[in-house]
């Protein structure tokens, strides 16, 4: 074992058992990997694809990830999201992901999707930009029924004015959707002035 591997012990994302280091992940849980990835439609009509479903398993090792600072788990999402998105044979220009707000972005120190999203377009060969602005803080979602989810994320994001998707293909990454309110607002926003073919891909999906 290496100094490295001593004082920086790797772990596993989904059930925390060391791992050599160039491991993702132990080969116990990459065993239980689904098969084929989860393919569900938003309500702004489009495409979402999903690597996992989000039991508990999955959802502690997000909330590890999202909550708990282990931002180096994002190399797994990462590689088993693009192993989804190309398993479902999804083409794409470019790549881009749900913003977090100053504030938040502050608190936690990265933004998660963003990380995972960067990692997706590196391992898929394919550019990444920022395209959105999360300009207000909203209640966080996961906090809120569903009737009150879709009206929360209304007026939260903004385009970054900069960018031209006019006629691409864009890929957006978020970690986990659930009823896809929140993906489907980012759709809309990016949409407005755009001829823009919008796929959304996370990590898990609740549904």
Do not use: W
């Not at 080969?27 to 569900?40: G, T």
């Not at 088993?80 to 044979?89: G, I, K, R, T, Y």
């Not at 986990?176 to 809309?188: D, H, K, P, Q």
């Amino acid at each position: 074992m290496s100094l490295l591997d001593l004082f920086f012990p790797r772990k596993c994302p989904y059930c925390l058992k060391l791992i050599e280091r160039g491991r993702l992940e132990c080969a116990e849980c990459r065993s239980e990997f689904p098969k084929e990835p989860y393919i569900r439609t938003i309500p702004s009509g489009n495409e979402c694809v999903s690597a996992f479903m989000y039991d508990s398993k999955i959802r502690d090792a997000l909330a590890r990830y999202k909550f708990r600072g282990k931002r180096e788990f994002y190399k797994s999402f990462g590689a088993v999201l693009a192993n989804a998105v190309a398993e479902s044979e999804i083409i794409a220009d470019m790549v881009t992901s749900v913003p977090l707000s100053k504030k938040r972005l502050y608190m936690r120190g990265y933004n998660q999707s963003e990380l995972i999203a960067r990692e997706l377009a590196k391992i898929l060969e394919l550019d990444y930009a920022e395209t959105l602005i999360k300009c207000r803080d909203n209640l966080e979602q996961h906090t809120l029924n569903h009737e009150i989810r879709a009206e929360n994320i209304i007026g939260v994001y903004k385009p970054i004015d900069k960018i031209n998707l006019q006629g691409k293909r864009v890929l957006l990454i978020d970690d986990i959707v659930t009823t896809g309110y929140t993906l489907s607002e980012c759709c809309r926003i990016l949409s407005e002035n755009n001829d823009v073919d919008i796929t959304c891909a996370t990590v898990a999906t609740a549904f």
